[in-house]
C-alpha cells in the first residue's frame, strides 16, 4: 500500500482516506475513521480526481515572514562574528544580539525569533565556562602552589 511509503503524515491519511472509498467505504464512514469532518473528505476526493495522487500531496506553507531578508542575513553574520570577537571574556548572549539587530538592522523581535535566527544562518555554539576578563593565569597557578592541601 502507497499509503505505508509515504513520510509525510498528512498525505499519508489522505490516501488512506482515498483507499477506504476505493473499498466501499461512505463518507461518513472515512470521516469518523480518520477523525476528520465529510466536506474535508469529498474535497480530497475532487483533488484526487483532478490531479491524481500528486492533488493530495501536502502543499509548501509559508510560515512566518522573515526578519531579515537574504541580503542582510549575510551582513547580519558578519556582524555577530565581529561582536563576538570584540568581546573580551565571556559570549555574547541573545539579548546583545537582540540590541544588535535593533541598532544596525532597526528589527524588534523577541529572543526566541533571534535565537531561530542564528541556528538558520549555523551561528549556534556550545562552548566550555567562559573566563572572567581580569582572570590571571600567574594568580592562579600561585594560588595552586601555596595553598594547602584540605585533609
Avoid at 570584540?86 to 537582540?98: A, C, F, M, V
Avoid at 535593533?102 to 528589527?107: M, N
Avoid at 551561528?123 to 572572567?132: E, P, Q, Y
Amino acid at each position: 500500500m502507497l499509503a505505508k511509503q509515504e513520510k509525510h503524515s498528512r498525505t499519508r491519511i489522505r490516501w488512506l482516506a482515498m483507499a477506504h472509498l476505493q473499498e466501499g467505504r461512505e463518507y461518513h464512514e472515512v470521516a469518523t475513521f480518520l477523525c476528520i469532518k465529510v466536506g474535508t473528505v469529498k474535497l480530497w476526493l475532487r483533488k484526487f480526481k483532478a490531479d491524481g495522487l500528486n492533488g493530495l500531496q501536502e502543499s509548501p506553507r509559508s510560515g512566518a515572514k522573515r526578519k531579515l531578508d537574504p541580503s542582510q542575513e549575510t551582513i547580519f553574520k558578519e556582524a555577530v562574528v565581529s561582536l563576538q570577537e570584540k568581546r573580551e571574556g565571556g559570549r555574547i548572549t541573545g539579548h546583545d544580539i537582540q540590541q544588535l539587530l535593533k541598532e544596525q538592522f532597526k528589527v524588534k523581535c523577541s529572543l526566541s525569533s533571534v535565537y531561530n535566527m542564528l541556528s538558520r544562518l549555523n551561528l549556534v555554539w556550545i562552548t566550555v565556562r567562559s573566563k572572567h576578563p581580569k582572570q590571571s593565569q600567574i594568580t592562579q597557578d600561585d594560588f595552586k602552589k601555596n595553598s594547602r592541601k584540605m585533609q
